[in-house]
T-cell receptor
Framework: EDKVVQSPLSLVVHEGDTVTLNCSYEVTNFRSLLWYKQEKKAPTFLFMLTSSGIEKKSGRLSSILDKKELFSILNITATQTGDSAVYLCAVEAGTYKYIFGTGTRLKVLA | NAGVTQTPKFQVLKTGQSMTLQCAQDMNHEYMSWYRQDPGMGLRLIHYSVGAGITDQGEVPNGYNVSRSTTEDFPLRLLSAAPSQTSVYFC???????????FGPGTRLTVT
């Protein structure tokens, strides 16, 4: 059975801290891994990763994929209160068949 | 562009009632999907479509039907609502497989 596991389930940090979120997966037909940020409403796209070892970066956020060890990490540096959200990892396990993890709830305190 | 739209935003049903959740996109995306999101469970794929006339089942398809007669619309039908279907439902679309998905605002459904 295909599965995606995220850790930790929740995290509380102070502004300025750096956080690392983890996503591990076991799927039979890996095509890509995507990260989303979900605040109160719909998820919004952050990154898509298909190749091992190539870092994707956007401002204070970065992500990397390890296809040998079957995991990805999402790093957020110099966290701000606006980073408080649920971060979702999804793996495309077959054409357009996405398996989502349960998410990591991040709370950043001022 | 309106993006992905969903109606209604909220709905309360009694057990056994049927209804259709509407989803439309104006981005000419071939790929569309329906998810449900329950507390602590993440997003689970109900049904998806890779183009007009083509649909397939996801992880949790039981109790739901879909059809895709046009590129723009992808309605989700609940045949006989059950309390276990109380959830937030998201529709999503993307230009191609592996591309980012654009999500609608969600429909919060309560079945009593």
């Amino acid at each position: 059975e295909d599965k995606v596991v995220q850790s930790p389930l929740s995290l509380v940090v102070h502004e300025g801290d750096t956080v690392t979120l983890n996503c591990s997966y076991e799927v039979t037909n890996f095509r890509s891994l995507l990260w989303y940020k979900q605040e109160k409403k719909a998820p919004t796209f952050l990154f898509m990763l298909t190749s091992s070892g190539i870092e994707k970066k956007s401002g204070r956020l970065s992500s990397i994929l390890d296809k040998k060890e079957l995991f990805s990490i999402l790093n957020i540096t110099a966290t701000q209160t606006g980073d408080s959200a649920v971060y979702l990892c999804a793996v495309e396990a077959g054409t357009y068949k996405y398996i989502f993890g349960t998410g990591t709830r991040l709370k950043v305190l001022a | 562009n309106a993006g992905v739209t969903q109606t209604p935003k909220f709905q309360v049903l009694k057990t056994g009632q049927s209804m259709t959740l509407q989803c439309a996109q104006d981005m000419n995306h071939e790929y569309m999907s329906w998810y449900r999101q329950d507390p602590g469970m993440g997003l689970r794929l109900i049904h998806y479509s890779v183009g007009a006339g083509i649909t397939d089942q996801g992880e949790v398809p039981n109790g739901y039907n879909v059809s895709r007669s046009t590129t723009e619309d992808f309605p989700l039908r609940l045949l006989s609502a059950a309390p276990s279907q109380t959830s937030v439902y998201f529709c999503a679309s993307s230009y191609s497989s592996g591309d980012e998905q654009y999500f609608g605002p969600g429909t919060r459904l309560t079945v009593t």
